[in-house]
């Protein structure tokens, strides 16, 4: 029986399988507000098979944007829109729904070059804003510098998750997650890279903690407690004058206390010009494994899982709880289907499509020859004249 595909638990919530779409940046909402794009990308992830489809990185305030492009949850017409997309994902299958929440920080007021799949400040004539961070201290050289956030600036950034929270509640997600990585604010502030204050937000690790505390506490008396919260969270800056990954363990074992549910671990993208090892295969893997081992945290592990034998591998050993993944989504709205056939699993088909079922289509077996798809037969959720895994498609039958 394949592990990746048996039911996982986060917090109070219990997820189909172990399969996750991670947040993808899609830079196309207006004024915050998601859009067609938005239901017709993640309508195809949620007939992917995984067991959880994950909303791209929402800022909590317009500061906290990445582009002019990017979602956001600080007002009414960007939650009724959320809340109709919800509504709408939730009749196409029964993979649960996330969002992640996020300020960009000093990352903030950029644009993004499709064609270089880079960014880059965004000039004042397209209406660039001043970002704000925990220190005055540029991404780059020719990256604004950031406004140095005040004691009354941090609170109500700290406020704006929490109003975030409530928010998404209403709209009707099943899981948050926040974003603590990847360079954004939470990141800014854990990082001795980015976080050069000397008073009780920045100096001592526990100082340079103490933001996501506060973010995960008002989030957590926000947040209902039978949903599922998460963080994204960095694993290590990959230099020596940064984060570690003994850091990232002793914050998840904080945080844990504090009622999050899980992690997903990634790392670097602080600052530019920082050596990383090359990604290879499950490279991140260790350290989702680290967290899982020192705490009681759900872990997810990401970053190049592309087969579903690798996927089967790290939750059949118990390095990680779930696997999420982005780029092979996106190559393959059918990743999680084509995994199931692969793995031998018995999983539910959307019903407009089961005529591509392996037992329906001939040609199954030729597009996917590592295939191994089970001889048991399928319990629908509602009566359907179709073939099962066990009766063949009638040869010339369409």
């Known amino acids: 029986m394949s592990v990746l595909f048996s039911e996982g638990r986060i917090g109070g919530i219990s997820i189909g399988n172990r399969i996750v779409v991670s947040p993808m940046c899609q830079y196309s909402a207006v004024d915050g507000v998601a859009q067609d794009w938005h239901l017709v990308h993640l309508g195809s992830l949620m007939m992917s098979g995984a067991g959880l489809v994950i909303l791209e990185a929402t800022a909590v305030e317009a500061a906290g944007r990445g582009t002019h492009g990017c979602l956001g949850l600080y007002d009414d017409t ?9 509504g709408a994902l939730r009749k196409l299958s029964p993979a649960k729904i996330g969002l992640q929440l996020t300020h960009c920080g000093r990352k903030a007021a950029t644009r993004t070059i499709p064609e270089r799949w880079r960014g880059e400040p965004l000039p004042p004539e397209e209406g660039a804003w001043t970002p704000v ?10 990256w604004q510098t950031p406004d140095e956030l005040d004691e009354a600036g941090i609170l109500r950034i700290i406020d704006a998750f929490a109003d975030s929270t409530r928010r998404a509640a209403r709209a009707g997600f099943d899981l948050l997650e926040l974003h603590g990585a990847h360079g954004y604010l939470i990141h800014q502030f854990l990082s001795p890279i980015t976080n050069r204050r000397t008073d009780r937000w920045g100096g001592s690790a526990e100082n340079r903690n103490r933001f996501a505390v506060e973010v995960v506490r008002a989030v957590r008396a926000a947040w209902p407690r039978e949903r599922a919260l998460g963080l994204r969270m960095n694993s290590t800056d990959w230099t020596p004058e940064g984060s570690t990954l003994d850091d990232a363990v002793a914050l998840a074992a904080a945080l844990e206390a504090e009622g999050l549910d899980y992690v997903v671990m990634s790392s670097g993208n602080i600052r530019p010009g920082i050596a990383i090892p090359p990604a290879t295969p499950g490279h991140q893997v260790p350290f989702a494994q680290a967290v899982k081992e020192a705490t009681g945290l759900a872990v997810m592990a ?11 591998a790290i939750v059949t050993t118990g390095a990680a709880d779930f696997v999420a993944l982005a780029r092979p989504m996106l190559d393959n709205p059918r990743w999680g289907i084509h995994a199931a056939a692969e793995l031998g699993a018995d999983i539910a088909y959307p019903p407009q499509y089961i005529r591509a079922r392996p037992n329906n289509w001939l040609g199954f077996r030729h597009v996917h020859p590592q295939a191994n ?3 048991s037969t399928l319990q629908l959720d509602r009566p359907r004249s179709v073939a099962s895994w066990d009766r063949p498609e009638t040869p010339g039958r369409r």
Do not use: H, N
């Open 133 to 142: 961070a925990p220190s005055p201290i540029a991404y780059d050289p020719d």
């Open 373 to 375: 798809p089970p001889a």
């Open 302 to 312: 990401v970053g190049m899982i592309v087969e579903a034998r690798q996927a089967e």
């Open 78 to 86: 960007q939650e009724a829109a959320l809340t109709r997309l919800v």
